[in-house]
T-cell receptor, first 111, second 115 residues
């Protein structure tokens, strides 16, 4: 079973920041937080991952709370093409274990 | 560079037939994964290959499902005597092995429909 809890759906106005929350209260010290998204009819796309420090790349920023029990994915300027299902996944640090997907958050970016 | 490639993109077959789905991982990626996604459901892990090690088959739903990976690169997922509940999108992903925690990169899947 997925170790994360996410809202089922969210809306965001085009051009505004999209903030997607994720709860992972049972995360272990050797587990990373990963974010993927899945646009309709495509495979999941890797976005970002982190352990305890905040991370930023060209797609998004990841903010992890100090106790690591929750995190927020931030898309700074959402576009219509960011409409997708966003998955927050907890995964052990070592090895290359399979990903355990939950239901994710369906983000709708509205013009 | 080239991403994960899967073929065919769509497959329609009759119940009881065997099907083979192909995955070409990203060059240099030694870890390869198969998942499936049924209509309206999340992704379900099926099988995982890591280099020359024995695969992790813990996610395969029945003995009708099997997979192989030849030469550490291309993988084939085979479903024998297909059933209607096998209808789903079958997704393949690959990742680098070293360092642990490497992100997986997915193909766009094969949409399998069993009539």
């Amino acid at each position: 079973d997925a170790k994360t809890t996410q809202p089922t759906s969210m809306d965001c106005a085009e051009g505004r920041a999209a903030n997607l929350p994720c709860n992972h209260s049972t995360i272990s010290g050797n587990e990373y937080v990963y974010w993927y998204r899945q646009i309709h009819s495509q495979g999941p796309q890797y976005i970002i991952h982190g352990l305890k420090n905040n991370e930023t790349n060209e797609m998004a920023s990841l903010i992890i709370t100090e106790d690591r029990k929750s995190s927020t994915l931030i898309l700074p300027h959402a576009t219509l093409r960011d409409t997708a299902v966003y998955y927050c996944i907890v995964r052990v640090l070592s090895g290359n274990t399979p990903l355990v997907f939950g239901k994710g958050t369906r983000l709708s970016v509205i013009a | 560079g080239a991403g994960v490639s899967q073929s065919p993109s769509n497959k329609v077959t009759e119940k009881g037939k065997d099907v083979e789905l192909r995955c070409d991982p990203i060059s240099g990626h030694t870890a390869l994964y198969w998942y499936r996604q049924s209509l309206g459901q999340g992704l379900e892990f099926l099988i995982y290959f890591q280099g020359n090690s024995a695969p992790d088959k813990s996610g395969l739903p029945s003995d009708r499902f099997s997979a192989e990976r030849t030469g550490g690169s291309v993988s084939t997922l085979t479903i024998q005597r297909t059933q209607q509940e096998d209808s789903a999108v079958y997704l393949c992903a690959s990742s680098l092995a070293q360092g642990g925690g490497q992100p997986q990169h997915f193909g766009d899947g094969t949409r399998l429909s069993i009539l």
